[in-house]
C-alpha cells in the first residue's frame, strides 16, 4: 500500500532541546496510526510538524509523492490536504455547531454548505444538536462536532491530539467508538496522538511507540503488546513482570517457570496474564491480594523475585498462601 503521508528522518530542535530525533513514519489510507508516548515525548511537536505549523530542522514529509517539508521547501498547513483535531476543539464559541461545522466549507457554494455540514454532524451522531452552541455542549459533543468539522472537508490525512483525554468511563467508550467509525468510514489516513494505552490499543491499525523523542517500536497493537523490543516499550503499554532467565539447552528458566526459545536470552518480559495458576506449575507465594473489579491482581514471590499475576475476582488464593504458576508463552517474550 503507498503510503498517504510520509516523515523521513525528521528532526526538530528548539534550542539546546531535540524534540523530534530523526524520526521516520507513513500513514495509509484508510488505516488508523496510534502513536503512543508520555507527556513531553514530542508527540504532539511531531503532528504540528505533519501539520504545516512547524518547520522540520531536517528531514521530510511527503504526501502522495509531493515534498511538502524540506530543506528547500514548506507548504503552510493551510495548503495541506491535512485536517487537525486539537485537544481543546477550537470550536467558534459564537457560532452554532452546525456553523461551526460549516465554516471549514469557504470555498463550496453557499446553498450547499449547510447540507454538508449537517450531514458531517450525522456521521458522529451529532445532528440532533446541531442549533447547539459550543457552550451547551458536553466534552464529548463538542470533540465530535471539532471532528466533523475536519471531516466535512473530506481531507486525505486527519491528524488527533489526544481526543479522548477530557473524557471518562463509559463517556470515552462511546466517544472512542463514534469517532472511529466516523474515521474508517471517512477513508482518510489517520494519525491519533495519545497517552493512554486503552485508547491507543483499541482504536490503533498500527501501533507507534515514542519516547524522548525516538519511535522505540511500530506494530500491531497485540504484537506491540506481548513482544515488546525492549523494558521501556513494554512499560508504555502497561505492567510486565521482568524475569531474569537462564538457558538450560533450548530452555529459558525463570523462577516462575520455563519457556522455550529460540535464542539465548537473559529475561522474560510477561504481562500478568502470563502467569497462569496452575496446581502442576512453580510454586509461589502469594504477597498481597487487590480487588480490581473484574480481576483480582495477586502480587507473588518465587525464588526470590516478585512478579504480578491475576485471579477470578471471586474466590481465589490470598496472602500467604501458595499456588502454582506457570507461563503462558503467547503473553511473554525474551529480551537478550
Not at 29 to 47: E, F, H, N, R, W
Not at 60 to 78: C, K, M, R, W, Y
Not at 224 to 244: E, H, K, Q, W
Not at 249 to 274: C, H, K, M, W, Y
Amino acid at each position: 500500500m503507498t503510503p498517504r503521508l510520509e516523515a523521513r528522518r525528521l528532526v526538530r530542535r528548539y534550542g539546546n532541546i531535540t524534540a523530534v530525533k530523526d524520526l521516520s513514519l507513513s500513514l495509509g489510507a484508510g488505516q488508523v496510526t496510534c502513536l503512543l508516548g508520555p507527556s513531553g515525548c514530542g508527540k504532539s511537536t511531531l503532528l504540528r510538524l505533519l501539520a504545516g505549523l512547524e518547520r522540520p530542522d531536517a528531514g521530510l514529509i511527503v504526501a502522495d509523492g509531493v515534498t511538502l517539508s524540506g530543506q528547500e521547501v514548506h507548504s503552510p498547513a493551510e495548503s495541506r490536504d491535512i485536517g487537525l483535531v486539537f485537544q481543546d476543539h477550537a470550536l467558534f464559541p459564537h457560532l452554532s455547531a452546525l456553523d461551526n461545522v460549516a465554516f471549514g466549507l469557504a470555498d463550496v457554494p453557499k446553498p450547499h454548505r449547510r447540507p454538508r455540514a449537517l450531514a458531517a454532524l450525522e456521521q458522529v451522531q451529532m445532528s440532533h444538536r446541531a442549533h447547539a452552541s459550543p457552550g451547551s455542549l458536553s466534552g464529548g459533543e463538542r470533540q465530535r462536532v471539532a471532528l466533523a468539522r475536519t471531516l466535512v472537508r473530506g481531507p486525505a490525512v486527519v491528524l488527533m491530539d489526544e481526543p479522548f483525554s477530557g473524557l471518562d468511563g463509559a463517556l470515552r467508550t462511546e466517544v472512542r467508538a463514534v469517532t472511529l467509525e466516523a474515521l474508517k468510514r471517512s477513508g482518510a489516513a489517520v494519525l491519533i496522538v495519545t497517552h493512554d494505552p486503552q485508547d491507543a490499543l483499541m482504536t490503533a491499525d498500527t501501533l507507534i511507540l515514542m519516547r524522548e523523542g525516538e519511535i522505540l517500536q511500530t506494530g500491531a497493537p497485540q504484537d506491540c503488546y506481548f513482544r515488546p523490543r525492549s523494558v521501556v516499550a513494554a512499560r508504555l503499554l502497561g505492567d510486565v513482570n521482568v524475569l531474569t532467565a537462564r538457558m538450560a539447552g533450548s530452555s529459558a528458566v525463570t523462577a516462575f517457570g520455563s519457556l522455550a526459545v529460540d535464542r539465548p536470552v537473559s529475561q522474560i518480559l510477561a504481562r500478568p496474564e502470563a502467569l497462569v495458576l496452575s496446581g502442576d506449575g512453580v510454586q509461589a507465594l502469594v504477597v498481597e491480594r487487590r480487588f480490581a473489579g473484574s480481576r483480582t491482581q495477586l502480587v507473588l514471590t518465587s525464588g526470590g523475585e516478585i512478579a504480578t499475576g491475576y485471579a477470578p475476582p471471586v474466590g481465589g488464593p490470598s496472602p500467604g498462601d501458595r499456588v502454582g504458576v506457570v507461563l503462558d508463552p503467547a503473553a511473554c517474550t525474551g529480551l537478550d
